[in-house]
C-alpha cells in the first residue's frame, strides 16, 4: 500500500512521459542554427519517419536505415509517420523483404522473364474493389489480397507472438529442385508453413511454441489465443485481420506431434511408435532394466519394489460425434497416453455380452448404477478413464480410454491390462479404485475369459479403495479396502487422479468438438505437460515426502509404545499375531480384516453411568474417628458437588438423573418464575451446606489455625447461603509455603495422592465418555437421518454425554490447579485441552473423513482403566491399538520406500542420459541430430545432478 500511495503522487509524471512519445523523439535533433529537427538515429542527416515498437528505446529513423537495421527483424511492429502522427503499418512499405536460402542475401539466380499477363496473374493480384475495407480506407497496417508486389515478391502472413505481418519474400530459385520447394525454405528461415504446397500463411517456432504453452500451462483455446493476435495486430479493426485460426489449429497439431518425436528421439533412429514412445514416464516408479538394481528381486522388502496404481473415470471430458469419420486422421495413436484405438474396439466388442451382469453389492455408488446409462445420442464419447501412479500422480502411458456408455467394468479392465503392460516384469502391483469392493468380485474370471486382456503370468495383484472414498461404502469396505490396513502399501491415499482430472477438466470444453484423433492428442498433450512437470520437481517432492515419513514415523512410534505399555504386554503378543494373521490371510480373504472394525455396543444407561460414579468417588459414612486421608477425599468429594449435585430431570419423559452445576442452577431458578426450578435450587444448596458443616467441623483437628482464617473469610457466604461459593481448607488452598510452614507437609503430601487418584479415576471416565460419544454419533445420530423424531432423541443422547464428559473434565482440571499449587503435580498428567476430547480422533466408524491422519491424544495413552472395565472398552482399546499399529507400519513402509525411490530417480536420469550418449555415437548420424542428443544427455545429466544434491 505505501508503493501505491507513493506511485498515487507521481501518475500524472509518468502519464506524461508516455504521451510524449507519441511524437517524434529530439534525441537526435539536428543542430542547425534554426530551430531543431528531429533526426534519424542511424544517419542524423534525415528526418525520420518510420519507428518500432518492439525494439528497445523505440527508435525511429529514416527509410533507408529502418530497413537495413531490421532486415533481420521483419516482424516487428513498426509505425510510420503520416506528417502529424505515428499510425500502425507493415515493415514491407518501408522497404523489407526477405530473402530466404542464401542467408538473408537475395538470390544470386534472376528472375525468369515476365510472361505477358494471364487469368493466373489476374487471380494472384484481384482487384481493387476485392480488397478489404481497411485496405480501401487507406488504413497503413491494411492487408491486401495481392499475392506478388510490383518487384515480383510474393507476399505472406506471417503469424508471430506480436501478431500478424503481412511481408514481402524473395524465394530461392537456384537448383536443385529440393531447394526451390517453398515448404523446405520456410522451415530452413524458422517459419512454419501452413501447407506443404504454394504457402500462403506461415507461422514462427516461437509462436508455436507460445501457443501450446499458453495451451498447456493457462488452459487457452486456439480461438482465444488467436483472437488475442487479432488485437494486438489491429486494435480498431481486428475483424480486419486475415482468419487463420484453422491453419494455427492444424499447424500447431503437427507441430507438437512433431516436437513430441524429436524430444523422445523418434526421428533419426526411426523406432515403431508403439505404449509410450512419446510419453514421460515416472521416474521414481519401477522399471526392471531402466531403475532397479539388479538383485531386487531378492530383497525381503518386496514392497519397496512394487507400483501402487489408481484408475478412476472423468466424464467431463466428453466428445461430440463426428459428422463424417473418414476426416478423422490420426497421428501417434497409442504412441502417447491415450490407448490405441483399434485393439481397443476389439475388447469391447469381445466384453460385450458380459458388460451387462454388472451389479453393485455395495452402496448405490454411480460408478455401477449408470455403467450402461448413455448420455445423448450426439455424443460418441461420455468421458474418459485413465491409469496414474499413485505415489507420484503420473499419468501411465497407453491407458486413458474413451468411456462410450457409463464406467463399465470392460473399460476398467483394459485400462488395467495396459497399466500391468507398462510395468511388465514387476512382481506386485497393488490398484487403487472407487468401487474396488464391487469391481474385484470377478475381476479373475473376467480376464481368464477374456480373449483380448490377461495378467502377466507371476504378477501379485492386490487392491483397495481411496482413502475418501472408501468413507462412502458399507462400514465393512473400511478395514477391508483402506490403504491404512494394506500390508507394503506405504502412505497413499489413492486418490491422485481426482486432482489430475481438474486440469484436463479445464480443456473438457474446447476439446470437445474437435475431431477424434486431435482430442485425443490434445489430452495427450496435458497428460504428458502434468507428468513432465511432476518429473522435475520429482527431486523436491521425494524430499519433502522423507521430511513428513521421519516426524510422522517418530510420533507413531511414541504413540504406538504409549499404548501398547497401557494394554500390557501379553495383550499387545496376541493383537499382534492377530493383526499378522489377518495380513496374511488377506490375499485370499479380505474379511480377514474385519478385527479392525468395531462391532457398536449399547450406549451405558444413565443408571449404569451413576452406579459406576458412586463407586469412583464414595461418600463418607460417618464422620466422627475419621482419618486424615478419609477427612481430605471427603473434602475433594465435596469440591466435586460444589459443582454438580444430582437432582431430577427437567422432563418427566427423561426419567434419568442430571448432573448439574449448583452455580447454574442457581441462575436457571433466578430467570425462571416456576416454583419447582426455585425449589431444586434450594434444596442443592440444603444439602451441600449440611456437608459443608460436618466437614468443617473436623477441619482444626487437621489444619489448625488455617481453618480458623478460611471460615472467618467463608463465614459471610455462609450466612447468605451460598454453599457453592466456599473455597474448602485443603493444603492444595493454602500452598505449599504455608503448609510447611505450619507443618502441614505430610498432609499435603497425602492430598496429592489422593488427587492422582481422583485424576486417575476421571480420566478413564473421560476415555469412557468420550468413547460413547463417539459411537453415539456412529450408531444414532448418523442412523437416524431422515427421521426428526430420532434425531432429536438421538442427539438428546449425545448431549447428555457430554454433560458427564464435562462433569469429569472439570474435576480433572481442578484436581490438576490443586496438584500445581502444592509443587506437587505428576509431569503425566498434562493440560487438558478441548482438542484432546474431539470425538473424531477415536471414531472407529468408516465413515468418519481423516481418522487416518489422527494420532490419538495423550489420554488415551495413560494407563487408567480398571479391572472392571467393560469389555467393550477393551474391545475399543485392542481396535485402537491395531489401526495405530498399522499406522506405523505404513509409515515404518513410507520410509523405505521413500528411500528407495530416491535411488530409482538418480538411476533413472542417469540411464536416459546413457541412452542419449548412445544415439549421439550412433555411425552416420547427421549433424543436428548429434546435436540435439548431445543437449539431451546434458539436460539428463543436469537433472541427475540437481536429485542427487537435493537427497543429500
Known amino acids: 500500500h505505501d508503493y501505491l500511495r507513493e506511485w498515487a503522487d507521481k501518475h500524472r509524471g509518468y502519464a506524461d512521459i508516455i504521451v510524449s512519445m507519441e511524437q517524434r523523439s529530439m534525441d537526435y535533433a539536428s543542430q542547425s542554427d534554426g530551430p531543431p529537427e528531429p533526426m534519424c538515429r542511424w544517419c542524423k542527416a534525415r528526418e525520420p519517419t518510420w519507428k518500432c515498437e518492439d525494439c528497445f528505446g523505440f527508435p525511429e529513423g529514416c527509410q533507408d536505415c529502418f530497413s537495413k537495421a531490421h532486415n533481420t527483424l521483419p516482424f516487428h511492429n513498426v509505425l510510420s509517420w503520416t506528417g502529424t502522427h505515428y499510425e500502425p503499418s507493415f515493415l514491407h512499405k518501408a522497404g523489407v523483404v526477405i530473402h530466404l536460402g542464401h542467408g538473408g542475401t537475395p538470390c544470386p539466380t534472376p528472375h525468369p522473364p515476365k510472361d505477358p499477363p494471364t487469368a493466373s496473374d489476374q487471380s494472384s493480384n484481384p482487384s481493387f474493389e476485392s480488397e478489404r475495407i481497411s485496405f480501401k480506407v487507406g488504413l497503413g497496417k491494411a492487408f491486401t489480397r495481392k499475392h506478388i508486389d510490383e518487384e515480383r515478391n510474393s507476399y505472406l502472413v506471417v503469424v508471430d507472438c506480436n501478431g500478424l505481418h503481412q511481408v514481402a519474400v524473395d524465394w530461392c530459385r537456384c537448383s536443385p529442385a529440393v531447394n526451390r520447394r517453398y515448404d523446405i525454405q520456410l522451415l530452413q528461415s524458422g517459419l512454419y508453413p501452413s501447407t506443404p504446397k504454394s504457402p500462403r500463411t506461415a507461422f514462427t517456432f516461437r509462436l508455436l511454441d507460445s501457443f501450446l504453452l499458453?495451451?498447456?500451462?493457462?488452459?487457452?483455446?486456439?480461438?482465444?489465443?488467436?483472437?488475442?493476435?487479432?488485437?494486438?495486430?489491429?486494435?480498431?479493426?481486428?475483424?480486419?485481420?486475415?482468419?487463420?485460426?484453422?491453419?494455427?489449429?492444424?499447424?500447431?497439431?503437427?507441430?507438437?506431434?512433431?516436437?513430441?518425436?524429436?524430444?523422445?528421439?523418434?526421428?533419426?533412429?526411426?523406432?515403431?511408435?508403439?505404449?509410450?514412445?512419446?510419453?514421460?514416464?515416472?521416474?521414481?516408479?519401477?522399471?526392471?532394466?531402466?531403475?532397479?538394481?539388479?538383485?531386487?528381486?531378492?530383497d525381503p522388502d518386496w514392497f519397496k519394489h512394487a507400483a501402487t496404481l489408481c484408475v478412476d473415470g472423468n466424464f467431463k471430458a466428453d466428445h461430440l460425434r463426428m459428422k463424417k469419420e473418414e476426416n478423422d486422421v490420426p497421428l501417434a495413436d497409442g504412441a502417447r497416453y491415450m490407448t490405441e484405438s483399434s485393439a481397443y474396439k476389439v475388447h469391447l466388442a469381445a466384453s460385450e455380452p458380459s458388460s451387462r451382469r454388472e451389479v453393485s453389492t455395495c452402496n448405490a455408488h454411480r460408478a455401477v448404477t449408470q455403467a450402461n446409462q448413455g448420455r445423448g445420442l450426439h455424443k460418441d464419447v461420455n468421458g474418459i478413464a485413465a491409469v496414474a501412479c499413485a505415489r507420484h500422480g503420473f499419468f501411465v502411458p497407453g491407458t486413458g480410454v474413451d468411456i462410450h456408455l457409463g464406467e463399465r467394468f470392460c473399460t476398467i479392465d483394459w485400462a488395467i491390462y495396459m497399466g500391468s503392460l507398462w510395468f511388465l516384469g514387476l512382481l506386485h502391483l497393488l490398484w487403487l479404485y472407487d468401487i474396488w469392493c464391487i469391481y474385484n468380485a470377478k475381476l479373475k474370471q473376467r480376464f481368464s475369459d477374456s480373449s483380448t486382456i490377461s495378467f502377466p503370468p507371476g504378477l501379485t495383484i492386490a487392491g483397495g479403495i481411496g482413502q475418501f472414498h472408501v468413507h462412502g461404502h458399507k462400514g465393512d469396505c473400511y478395514a477391508r479396502y483402506s490403504p491404512l490396513f494394506i500390508l507394503g502399501a506405504g502412505w497413499v491415499d489413492g486418490e491422485i487422479l481426482e486432482t489430475l482430472w481438474s486440469m484436463l477438466n479445464e480443456i473438457?470444453?474446447?476439446?470437445?468438438?474437435?475431431?477424434?484423433?486431435?482430442?485425443?492428442?490434445?489430452?495427450?498433450?496435458?497428460?504428458?505437460?502434468?507428468?513432465?512437470?511432476?518429473?522435475?520437481?520429482?527431486?523436491?517432492?521425494?524430499?519433502?515426502?522423507?521430511?513428513?515419513?521421519?516426524?510422522?514415523?517418530?510420533?507413531?512410534?511414541?504413540?504406538?509404545?504409549?499404548?501398547?505399555?497401557?494394554?500390557?504386554?501379553?495383550?499387545?503378543?496376541?493383537?499382534?499375531?492377530?493383526?499378522?494373521?489377518?495380513?496374511?490371510?488377506?490375499?485370499?480373504?479380505?474379511?480377514?480384516?474385519?478385527?479392525?472394525?468395531?462391532?457398536?455396543?449399547?450406549?451405558?444407561?444413565?443408571?449404569?453411568?451413576?452406579?459406576?460414579?458412586?463407586?469412583?468417588?464414595?461418600?463418607?459414612?460417618?464422620?466422627?474417628?475419621?482419618?486424615?486421608?478419609?477427612?481430605?477425599?471427603?473434602?475433594?468429594?465435596?469440591?466435586?458437588?460444589?459443582?454438580?449435585?444430582?437432582?431430577?430431570?427437567?422432563?418427566?419423559?427423561?426419567?434419568?438423573?442430571?448432573?448439574?452445576?449448583?452455580?447454574?442452577?442457581?441462575?436457571?431458578?433466578?430467570?425462571?418464575?416456576?416454583?419447582?426450578?426455585?425449589?431444586?435450587?434450594?434444596?442443592?444448596?440444603?444439602?451441600?451446606?449440611?456437608?459443608?458443616?460436618?466437614?468443617?467441623?473436623?477441619?482444626?483437628?487437621?489444619?489448625?489455625?488455617?481453618?480458623?482464617?478460611?471460615?472467618?473469610?467463608?463465614?459471610?457466604?455462609?450466612?447468605?447461603?451460598?454453599?457453592?461459593?466456599?473455597?474448602?481448607?485443603?493444603?492444595?488452598?493454602?500452598?505449599?509455603?504455608?503448609?510447611?510452614?505450619?507443618?502441614?507437609?505430610?498432609?499435603?503430601?497425602?492430598?496429592?495422592?489422593?488427587?492422582?487418584?481422583?485424576?486417575?479415576?476421571?480420566?478413564?471416565?473421560?476415555?469412557?465418555?468420550?468413547?460413547?460419544?463417539?459411537?453415539?454419533?456412529?450408531?444414532?445420530?448418523?442412523?437416524?437421518?431422515?427421521?426428526?423424531?430420532?434425531?432429536?432423541?438421538?442427539?438428546?443422547?449425545?448431549?447428555?454425554?457430554?454433560?458427564?464428559?464435562?462433569?469429569?473434565?472439570?474435576?480433572?482440571?481442578?484436581?490438576?490447579?490443586?496438584?500445581?499449587?502444592?509443587?506437587?503435580?505428576?509431569?503425566?498428567?498434562?493440560?487438558?485441552?478441548?482438542?484432546?476430547?474431539?470425538?473424531?480422533?477415536?471414531?472407529?466408524?468408516?465413515?468418519?473423513?481423516?481418522?487416518?491422519?489422527?494420532?490419538?491424544?495423550?489420554?488415551?495413552?495413560?494407563?487408567?482403566?480398571?479391572?472392571?472395565?467393560?469389555?467393550?472398552?477393551?474391545?475399543?482399546?485392542?481396535?485402537?491399538?491395531?489401526?495405530?499399529?498399522?499406522?506405523?507400519?505404513?509409515?515404518?513402509?513410507?520410509?523405505?520406500?521413500?528411500?528407495?525411490?530416491?535411488?530409482?530417480?538418480?538411476?533413472?536420469?542417469?540411464?536416459?542420459?546413457?541412452?542419449?550418449?548412445?544415439?549421439?555415437?550412433?555411425?552416420?548420424?547427421?549433424?543436428?541430430?548429434?546435436?540435439?542428443?548431445?543437449?539431451?544427455?546434458?539436460?539428463?545429466?543436469?537433472?541427475?545432478?540437481?536429485?542427487?544434491?537435493?537427497?543429500?
Request: contains cysteine; glycine residues 4%.
Open 214 to 298: 499458453m495451451n498447456r500451462e493457462c488452459k487457452v483455446p486456439a480461438m482465444s489465443y488467436f483472437s488475442l493476435l487479432q488485437r494486438q495486430t489491429l486494435s480498431i479493426a481486428p475483424q480486419e485481420v486475415p482468419a487463420r485460426y484453422v491453419e494455427l489449429q492444424r499447424c500447431s497439431r503437427q507441430w507438437r506431434f512433431m516436437k513430441a518425436l524429436i524430444d523422445n528421439g523418434h526421428v533419426a533412429i526411426g523406432r515403431k511408435l508403439g505404449q509410450g514412445a512419446l510419453a514421460t514416464a515416472c521416474p521414481a516408479c519401477p522399471h526392471p532394466g531402466i531403475n532397479m538394481a539388479d538383485d531386487w528381486k531378492d
Open 508 to 952: 473438457s470444453r474446447s476439446t470437445r468438438a474437435m475431431t477424434t484423433s486431435h482430442r485425443k492428442e490434445v489430452l495427450d498433450d496435458h497428460m504428458d505437460d502434468s507428468n513432465w512437470k511432476k518429473l522435475i520437481r520429482i527431486a523436491l517432492s521425494l524430499a519433502s515426502k522423507w521430511r513428513k515419513a521421519v516426524q510422522e514415523f517418530v510420533e507413531s512410534q511414541d504413540v504406538l509404545a504409549d499404548l501398547s505399555e497401557v494394554a500390557g504386554s501379553e495383550r499387545v503378543q496376541e493383537w499382534t499375531a492377530q493383526l499378522d494373521q489377518a495380513y496374511k490371510d488377506r490375499a485370499d480373504d479380505v474379511k480377514s480384516m474385519d478385527i479392525l472394525t468395531v462391532h457398536f455396543p449399547e450406549v451405558p444407561s444413565q443408571a449404569q453411568i451413576e452406579e459406576e460414579l458412586t463407586k469412583n468417588s464414595p461418600r463418607a459414612s460417618a464422620v466422627k474417628g475419621m482419618t486424615s486421608a478419609e477427612w481430605l477425599s471427603e473434602g475433594l468429594n465435596i469440591g466435586v458437588q460444589q459443582y454438580d449435585v444430582p437432582i431430577l430431570g427437567v422432563t418427566q419423559m427423561a426419567k434419568s438423573i442430571y448432573r448439574l452445576r449448583v452455580i447454574e442452577l442457581v441462575k436457571v431458578s433466578e430467570g425462571n418464575d416456576q416454583v419447582e426450578s426455585a425449589h431444586k435450587a434450594r434444596e442443592g444448596r440444603r444439602a451441600l451446606a449440611n456437608r459443608l458443616k460436618i466437614w468443617f467441623a473436623e477441619a482444626p483437628i487437621f489444619v489448625g489455625s488455617l481453618v480458623k482464617l478460611n471460615l472467618e473469610e467463608e463465614s459471610p457466604e455462609l450466612r447468605n447461603e451460598a454453599p457453592e461459593h466456599v473455597v474448602l481448607p485443603l493444603p492444595s488452598a493454602f500452598g505449599a509455603a504455608a503448609c510447611e510452614a505450619h507443618q502441614l507437609s505430610k498432609l499435603m503430601e497425602q492430598e496429592a495422592e489422593l488427587r492422582k487418584g481422583q485424576m486417575n479415576d476421571h480420566l478413564n471416565e473421560m476415555k469412557i465418555g468420550i468413547a460413547r460419544k463417539a459411537l453415539g454419533w456412529s450408531r444414532d445420530v448418523r442412523a437416524a437421518r431422515g427421521s426428526v423424531h430420532q434425531q432429536t432423541r438421538a442427539r438428546a443422547k449425545v448431549h447428555r454425554m457430554e454433560e458427564e464428559l464435562r462433569h469429569h473434565t472439570r474435576v480433572y482440571r481442578s484436581a490438576r490447579e490443586a496438584s500445581i499449587s502444592m509443587g506437587l503435580l505428576d509431569e503425566k498428567y498434562e493440560e487438558l485441552l478441548e482438542a484432546h476430547l474431539n470425538a473424531k480422533a477415536v471414531d472407529l466408524n468408516p465413515a468418519t473423513r481423516g481418522i487416518r491422519n489422527a494420532h490419538l491424544p495423550w489420554i488415551w495413552r495413560m494407563h487408567t482403566e480398571k479391572q472392571d472395565t467393560p469389555e467393550w472398552m477393551l474391545t475399543f482399546a485392542r481396535i485402537q491399538w491395531m489401526r495405530e499399529k498399522c499406522r506405523f507400519d505404513r509409515w515404518q513402509e513410507e520410509l523405505l520406500i521413500v528411500q528407495e525411490e530416491m535411488k530409482r530417480v538418480k538411476r533413472y536420469f542417469d540411464f536416459q542420459a546413457s541412452d542419449w550418449e548412445t544415439r549421439s555415437n550412433t555411425k552416420d548420424l547427421p549433424g543436428g541430430h548429434v546435436a540435439l542428443a548431445n543437449r539431451k544427455r546434458g539436460m539428463w545429466h543436469a537433472l541427475s545432478r540437481l536429485a542427487d544434491e537435493t537427497f543429500k
